[in-house]
Structure formats: C-alpha cells, structure tokens
C-alpha cells in the first residue's frame, strides 16, 4: 500500500516552521492581535526621572486628571505582595515606595481608555527626590562600596599557586565585555481579562508562563489556580522575556482586578529598553601561567558583572560564565571567581547563553594572549589546551565534572580542513606584510557548552496528548513558541511516535491551565524537555491502543506495530483513524499526560562541585574579516561553521537556529554598543542609536554545516542535541579575527586586547595604540 511507505514530517526530517508561511504573510496571531472585548483599557508606565533617590513625595493628581485617564496605580494597588523577584529575594517591587534606584525604574502605572491618554498622562507625575550618588558600572560601584545582590561563585581546581610557580611564562590582563538588548520584533505585553472570584486570565508573551501565573498570583494575594496564563506565540525572546515579563502581567492583572475590565500594557520601544533588563556586563581580570609550548598551566579570574539594581537572575547568569570560563580548553589549576555586583542601572536578566557567553570569550582572550606572547597560531594553541580523555587524565572541568563526550577535537578538524584554514591564513599574513591601509584577519574559534538548568529542579517538562475519535490529535506543553521551531519538533516527535502525518497533528497555546508547574523555555533545553515529555504521553496512549487491538483481534501485544498511518494488527492492516474509532467506541482512554526529568545532574554550589550538565554541545567557526586601519571601519568576508546539534530533529531548522544565533553573537561583540550618561541615563534605547547587526552585515559568503556524524551520547529525545544557544558563541571568530586583523599592524607582536563590542571606533584606537607601541 503506498499509505505504508512513510509518513510526512518524521524526525530527523527538513520540515518547514508550522507557522511560517503565517508570519510571512503577516496572519500569525500575537498577544497584541487580540481581538479587545469591549470596555478594554490600556496601561502605561510612569517612570523615575532620576538614577538614584529617596522619594519624598509624589503628587499624581496631574496624572489622574488628565483626559481619559480612568485610574492610576501604585504600590498601595497592589492587594497581595509588592514584589516580581523571580529568585525570591524580594528585591524588586513592582512599584517601589521609598527609593528609585535606576533612571526609567517604573514608579506607577496609568490606566486610560486608549494607549495614547495613558502615555501623555504618564509624564505628568510630580515627584520630589533626594537625589543620592550612584553608581553604573560594577567597578565604579564596587568601589563605592555597594554591595552585591547575591552570593559569589568560587570554582577551584588543583593547586593554583603551585601551578604558577611551575609555569614558564606568566600574563594578567583585563577584559571589559559589554552587555546587549534583546531587541525582540515584538515587546513586552499582557493583556489581563478579570473573571468571577479571584480570577484573571492573563495573554502574554512571556517564556515562563508558569513563573508569570506564580508572579500574578503573588501580586494579587490569590492561590496560582486563580491565574491562568495564555501564550500562543512570540515574536522573539532571546531570554528577555524569561523574568523582565513579570511586572508587565503584574500591573495588567492588578488594573483589571480593580476596575473590572480588560486591561492591556505595551510599552513603546524606548520604554521597553530603558524599563527592562540586559545581557550583563562583565570586567573580567584574568592571570594565566603557561609553558613554552602554550600549554595552560594555571588560571585565576574574577568575573564582576554589572547586574543592575536587583538580584533578577544574576545569580545563575554570573555561575553560569563561570561554568564556561574554560570553554573547551583543560585547566590543570583553576581557581575562578564571580562577583554579581549590585549598580544603579536596570536589573540585568537573561540573554541567550546566560552568561556563558562572556565566559567564553574570556576563555579565548587568553589564549590568544599565549599565542601572541609566544609567535604561535592562535589556533595551534587551542588545540594545545583542548580537553583529552580519561587516558591521559585532561578531562575534568573546574567544577569537577568529567568530560565524557568530547568531539571538539574532529569538530576543528574537519572545519580546519573545510575551510581551508592554513593555506588561508598564510595568504592573510602575506598580504597583510605588504603593509595596506586594509589589513585582513583569519580567525577559527570552538565552542563547548553545557547543556542543563543549572537549578536541578528546572529540568522537568510536562505533556498533554489528546487523541479524538476522528484519528486527529491535539498536542500541549510546557514549553513556549518564539520562533526557534519548538513546537514543529515536539510535533514531529509526535508524530514518529504514532506514525501518522505531522498535518495530523494540532499544536496549541502554552498555557498554565493544561501543563502546570513548567520550566522557562530557557537553556537550550526546549526540545529536550518537552519532547521527551511528548513521547512520554504518546507512549502511555499507544500502550492502551496495543492492548486493545491485541485483545480485540486475538493476537499477542508482539503482533501489534504502528505503521504509516495505520496499525499492522498479526496479518491485518487497518487506517489509524478507523482503528481510533474503534477504541473509543470501546471505551480505551485516548488523553495521556507525559512527564521527563532529566537524569544524572546534581550540583553543590556551595562546595563548587557536581554534574550541572547532562551533556555538551559542540561547534567551531572560522571568520576572515577586512578591517580598514584609517578609519576602523570593517566587514566581515567570509565565516564557515561546523556545528554538532548530535542525530538532528529538523537539520534545516537547526541550520536556521545556528545562522541566527552567530548573527547575534557577532552583533554583540562588534556594533551592539549599549551607552549610559553620566546622568544614568540610557542612551542607546532605540533602533536609531542601538545598532543591531542588517542583512548586509552578514558574512559575504556563509557557509554552515551541521556534523552529521555526531550522535549524543546520552538518551536524548532521538539524540539529538541542544542548538538553542550553543552557536552564540560561534560568533567569537568574527572579534577573533579582527584582533588578528589589528595585531598585523605591529607585525603580531603584541596582543591588541580589543575590548566589546568592538566597534569601528574601539578597532581603530586599538589600531592608534599598536602604532604608537611599535
């Protein structure tokens, strides 16, 4: 039967985005498209004109008696706790009532009958401060003696100083990398709808929509089964809407509550970026020992991040980079350090790699200072110091994890050779030695990243599977749709399962009210999770329909297979559809919840030791970039990837998830400049002063593969591997490279040091300063 050849959408199969084709043509439904039930009211934030004061009064009867305001919110609104901390250190009002403690903190919320009133309304408020000193950067407010928001990380491995003592050669610097904005096609909303009793059904575009349900129910003193919150997709994410949603559902939900109507929030974009937090910056210090041959022999580092004013997330996020301050290279000694250190700036949150980023390039500024300190290849000296095996006992991470899955060495190798790495970089130097005002740069990075929620207790998923009685299923869970493709592969899973079309198939709105208690979409552990917790339920239904169609044709369970659309019964072969109505007719239950935890992590943060991660995702990238020495100006040539995403659930949207992601990640460390005056005062909060990379910015030829070869170690859904954040990092070549670029102009002698985002400006004074070295 041509019905049993195969099955449309399977795993490990290119399928096309279920909502692509929608987003295209602009029908896909967002928060904001809504259709508002009559008496709908809108929602603006009003917000601290000053970086740092008490507050000692704070007159808004200007604001309550302008045109079509019907109400104005404050901290005393507020019936339950005044509080959104996601970590729960009760650090983070929704509306502070002595103190601001950053330019743009929100102060109270406007309610009008349009989105405009509400707006004019807001810059009415009349506020009496003390204005304090502040602080704004973790230097600055280190040294004013502020104090940190949450504990410190220390990760310590072998003898450090006795590694010091041994080693031949011994360099300490400091890197400074910035921090960057999420810059989501759509911002933060909620749209809150009262219902009888204590409830409130809240429409947002948040990551977590169980931490936003917990966040609404603690605000208005109700019970979490209270609360439902809804979320059918977003438009982008990137781990800013992760915690930074919370207020906005609160203040949405606090407002219909009180006046008994609908109530939406939208900030415009200048708010969105002032009133909500970042990827963090760090000052990184850094003191390494190490051979003749660049071998890493000891290292010591302090990672001080800028978290803003309130503890949010910066606790994991600094753990985080610490977890990645090796990438993929083996640290004899290790002894590293983090300092979440509180400023008088938005509280920083998460961002694609969550602090393991900043970790990584920390990672890579230190060898290249070895390279360039002993006249090698950068690239020499990264294969010098990858992880080994158990054999020849390199193999064990600062925090006493040991790596037992290690491609990183075939993964540079192939790459090296794809991409014709020597014979290009030997063109580069002797181009480079004719002594243009162009000079070239040729740079091949690695990445290893860990693949967990560092809190143990996040790596859980849920599921529902319903199956109707005309063969169609309906798929819920916990995770949440913002363009990564999650709900396409947890659907394919689905559909393997059962062996049936994935146009069988119906995915549904994350919502509270199916799956309870979920974990953010967040540590690249979507599809792991979810569709793990899929295959669960389907599981649990297909082993009712075995039993079944085993005792109704009287064969043994062995005899029963699902097949292309159909179940093989011993010799008879019947339509999945068909066979459903038949079970149902019978009365076999065809709705399963699924559930996964992930096995094997434990951590002990307070000893530095564990498994936080159940495995690694691996890939390598080699960027050559032109960089014009007069003006700093520069262009990115040419970028290859390898990238290991282990047996692929949809190798074309994986690509897609690797070519964004070093899009990204070479964003934040060339153009992605984030500014604040002295005054406190965010400067680069639009898209007309915050450059984010354009189409043309893209490498001029783009060449990505995935490595076929790779298959995950560890039970995964179908072994495939995170690709979420992983390839991030990829885009470390491109700063790489044009460090490589710079450093010709004093014949690589010295390390330029450049720090992020590498902006022309930042190129051509490192470019000035070589000159003037030499």
Same mark, same amino acid.
């Given at each position: 039967?041509?019905?049993?050849?195969?099955?449309?959408?399977?795993?490990?199969?290119?399928?096309?985005?279920?909502?692509?084709?929608?987003?295209?043509?602009?029908?896909?439904? /967002?928060?904001?498209?809504?259709?508002?039930?009559?008496?709908?009211?809108?929602?603006?934030?009003?917000?601290?004109?000053? %970086?740092?004061?008490?507050?000692?009064?704070?007159?808004?009867?200007?604001?309550?008696?302008?045109?079509?305001?019907?109400?104005?919110?404050?901290?005393?609104?507020?019936?339950? $706790?005044?509080?959104?901390?996601?970590?729960?250190?009760?650090? @983070?009002?929704?509306?502070?009532?002595?103190?601001?403690?950053?330019?743009?903190?929100?102060?109270?919320?406007?309610?009008?009958?349009?989105?405009?009133?509400?707006?004019?309304?807001?810059?009415?408020?009349?506020?009496?401060?003390?204005?304090?000193?502040?602080?704004?950067?973790?230097?600055?407010?280190?040294?004013?003696?502020?104090?940190?928001?949450?504990?410190?990380?220390?990760?310590?491995?072998?003898?450090?100083?006795?590694?010091?003592?041994?080693?031949?050669?011994?360099?300490?610097?400091?890197?400074?990398?910035?921090?960057?904005?999420?810059?989501?096609?759509?911002?933060?909303?909620?749209?809150?709808?009262?219902?009888?009793?204590?409830?409130?059904? !809240?429409?947002?575009? %948040?990551?977590?929509?169980?931490?936003?349900?917990?966040?609404?129910?603690?605000?208005?003193?109700?019970?979490?089964?209270?609360? $439902?919150?809804?979320?059918?997709?977003?438009?982008?994410?990137?781990?800013?809407?992760?915690?930074?949603?919370?207020?906005?559902?609160?203040?949405?939900?606090?407002?219909?509550?009180?006046?008994?109507?609908?109530?939406?929030?939208?900030?415009?974009?200048?708010?969105?970026?002032?009133?909500?937090?970042?990827?963090?910056?760090?000052?990184?210090?850094?003191?390494?020992?190490?051979?003749?041959?660049?071998?890493?022999?000891?290292?010591?580092?302090?990672?001080?991040?800028?978290?803003? /004013?309130?503890?949010?997330?910066?606790?994991?996020?600094?753990?985080?980079?610490?977890?990645?301050?090796?990438?993929?290279?083996?640290?004899?000694?290790?002894?590293?350090?983090?300092?979440?250190?509180?400023?008088?700036?938005?509280?920083?949150?998460?961002?694609?790699?969550?602090?393991?980023?900043?970790?990584?390039?920390?990672?890579?500024?230190?060898?290249?200072?070895?390279?360039?300190?002993?006249?090698?290849?950068?690239?020499?000296?990264?294969?010098?110091?990858?992880?080994?095996?158990?054999?020849?006992?390199?193999?064990?991470?600062? /925090?006493?994890?040991? !790596?037992?899955?290690?491609?990183?060495?075939?993964?540079?190798? @192939?790459?090296?050779?794809?991409?014709?790495?020597?014979?290009?970089?030997?063109?580069?130097?002797?181009?480079?030695?004719?002594?243009?005002?162009?000079?070239?740069?040729?740079?091949?990075?690695?990445?290893?990243?860990?693949?967990?929620?560092?809190? %143990?207790?996040?790596?859980?998923?849920?599921?529902?599977?319903?199956?109707?009685?005309?063969?169609?299923?309906?798929?819920?869970?916990?995770?949440?749709?913002?363009?990564?493709?999650?709900?396409?592969?947890?659907?394919?899973?689905?559909?393997?399962?059962?062996?049936?079309?994935?146009?069988?198939?119906?995915?549904?709105?994350?919502?509270?009210?199916?799956?309870?208690?979920?974990?953010?979409?967040?540590?690249?552990?979507?599809?792991?999770?979810?569709?793990?917790?899929?295959?669960?339920?389907?599981?649990?239904?297909?082993?009712?329909?075995?039993?079944?169609?085993?005792?109704?044709?009287?064969?043994?369970?062995?005899?029963?297979?699902?097949?292309?659309?159909?179940?093989?019964?011993?010799?008879?072969?019947?339509?999945?559809?068909?066979?459903?109505?038949?079970?149902?007719?019978?009365?076999?239950?065809?709705?399963?919840?699924?559930? /996964?935890?992930?096995?094997?992590?434990?951590?002990?943060?307070?000893?530095?030791?564990?498994?936080?991660?159940?495995?690694?995702?691996?890939?390598?990238?080699?960027?050559?970039?032109?960089?014009?020495?007069?003006?700093?100006?520069?262009?990115?040539?040419? %970028?290859?990837?390898?990238?290991?995403?282990?047996?692929?659930?949809?190798?074309?949207?994986?690509?897609?998830?690797?070519?964004?992601?070093?899009?990204?990640?070479?964003?934040?460390?060339?153009?992605?400049?984030?500014?604040?005056?002295?005054?406190?005062?965010?400067?680069?909060?639009?898209?007309?002063?915050?450059?984010?990379?354009?189409?043309?910015?893209?490498?001029?030829?783009?060449?990505?593969?995935?490595?076929?070869?790779?298959?995950?170690?560890?039970?995964?859904?179908?072994?495939?591997?995170?690709?979420?954040?992983?390839?991030?990092?990829?885009?470390?070549?491109?700063?790489?490279?044009?460090?490589?670029?710079?450093?010709?102009?004093?014949?690589?002698?010295?390390?330029?040091?450049?720090?992020?985002?590498?902006?022309?400006?930042? !190129?051509?004074?490192?470019?000035?300063?070589?000159?003037?070295?030499?």
């Amino acid at each position: 039967m041509k019905d049993l050849q195969t099955i449309k959408g399977a795993v490990h199969q290119d399928l096309k985005h279920d909502s692509a084709i929608k987003q295209v043509q602009g029908r896909a439904d /967002y928060t904001d498209d809504i259709a508002e039930p009559i008496g709908t009211l809108h929602a603006y934030l009003g917000v601290s004109t000053v %970086t740092h004061a008490n507050i000692r009064g704070m007159d808004l009867s200007r604001v309550r008696a302008a045109p079509g305001v019907v109400a104005v919110l404050t901290a005393e609104d507020v019936p339950g $706790v005044n509080d959104v901390s996601p970590t729960g250190k009760h650090d @983070e009002p929704v509306f502070p009532t002595e103190k601001v403690e950053f330019h743009g903190q929100p102060m109270f919320a406007v309610i009008a009958e349009t989105r405009d009133a509400a707006r004019r309304a807001a810059e009415l408020a009349d506020v009496d401060y003390d204005v304090l000193p502040h602080a704004l950067d973790p230097i600055a407010a280190e040294d004013a003696g502020m104090p940190l928001v949450t504990d410190p990380l220390k990760l310590e491995r072998g003898d450090v100083e006795a590694g010091f003592a041994a080693a031949a050669n011994r360099i300490s610097g400091r890197m400074v990398v910035g921090g960057q904005d999420h810059m989501y096609l759509e911002g933060h909303i909620a749209f809150a709808i009262p219902g009888e009793d204590d409830d409130v059904v !809240v429409h947002c575009s %948040t990551q977590h929509p169980s931490e936003a349900q917990h966040m609404v129910a603690h605000v208005l003193g109700v019970p979490s089964n209270a609360v $439902v919150v809804n979320v059918r997709r977003m438009g982008g994410g990137f781990g800013g809407k992760e915690s930074q949603m919370n207020l906005f559902c609160a203040v949405a939900a606090i407002g219909a509550k009180k006046l008994n109507r609908p109530v939406k929030i939208r900030p415009d974009r200048d708010q969105d970026m002032t009133a909500t937090g970042k990827r963090h910056d760090f000052v990184i210090d850094y003191d390494l020992g190490f051979d003749h041959d660049g071998r890493i022999q000891a290292v010591e580092s302090q990672f001080a991040a800028r978290c803003g /004013y309130s503890s949010d997330l910066s606790g994991p996020v600094t753990d985080r980079a610490l977890f990645h301050a090796d990438n993929a290279y083996f640290y004899p000694n290790v002894r590293l350090k983090s300092r979440p250190q509180k400023t008088n700036t938005v509280s920083n949150t998460a961002f694609r790699g969550f602090g393991g980023p900043q970790g990584v390039v920390a990672a890579e500024r230190m060898i290249e200072e070895v390279a360039y300190a002993l006249g090698k290849d950068p690239l020499e000296v990264r294969k010098a110091n990858f992880y080994g095996d158990a054999e020849d006992g390199r193999n064990v991470t600062p /925090y006493h994890q040991t !790596v037992e899955d290690n491609v990183i060495g075939r993964v540079v190798e @192939e790459l090296e050779q794809s991409a014709d790495y020597q014979a290009r970089r030997k063109a580069i130097i002797e181009e480079n030695a004719k002594g243009g005002i162009i000079r070239r740069g040729l740079a091949l990075t690695p990445v290893k990243f860990g693949i967990s929620f560092t809190a %143990t207790w996040y790596n859980q998923a849920g599921a529902l599977i319903h199956v109707y009685n005309d063969g169609s299923i309906h798929l819920n869970h916990g995770g949440t749709e913002m363009g990564q493709g999650l709900n396409t592969k947890v659907a394919q899973v689905v559909a393997e399962a059962f062996q049936v079309d994935f146009d069988r198939i119906k995915i549904t709105k994350t919502t509270t009210e199916k799956v309870p208690n979920t974990s953010a979409t967040a540590a690249s552990s979507g599809s792991d999770l979810n569709g793990m917790a899929a295959l669960d339920a389907a599981e649990q239904i297909k082993a009712r329909l075995v039993k079944f169609a085993a005792e109704s044709r009287g064969v043994s369970e062995e005899a029963v297979s699902f097949v292309p659309n159909h179940l093989r019964i011993g010799d008879e072969v019947v339509p999945f559809d068909s066979f459903i109505k038949e079970a149902y007719m019978a009365r076999v239950q065809l709705s399963s919840a699924g559930f /996964y935890k992930t096995p094997k992590i434990h951590w002990d943060r307070a000893a530095g030791k564990g498994r936080p991660f159940y495995y690694y995702a691996y890939g390598a990238s080699c960027s050559e970039v032109s960089v014009d020495t007069l003006t700093g100006e520069y262009r990115v040539e040419r %970028t290859d990837i390898l990238h290991d995403v282990g047996r692929s659930l949809n190798p074309i949207l994986d690509i897609g998830q690797v070519e964004g992601a070093f899009i990204q990640g070479m964003g934040w460390l060339t153009t992605e400049e984030l500014w604040w005056d002295e005054a406190g005062r965010l400067r680069t909060h639009a898209p007309s002063t915050y450059k984010i990379p354009l189409a043309s910015d893209r490498p001029r030829i783009f060449n990505v593969e995935l490595a076929d070869w790779s298959e995950n170690r560890e039970m995964t859904i179908k072994r495939s591997k995170a690709v979420g954040e992983p390839p991030f990092m990829l885009g470390i070549s491109v700063f790489e490279a044009l460090s490589m670029a710079v450093a010709s102009v004093a014949d690589y002698r010295q390390c330029p040091r450049l720090d992020a985002p590498a902006t022309p400006e930042c !190129v051509l004074m490192a470019v000035e300063r070589l000159k003037a070295g030499a």
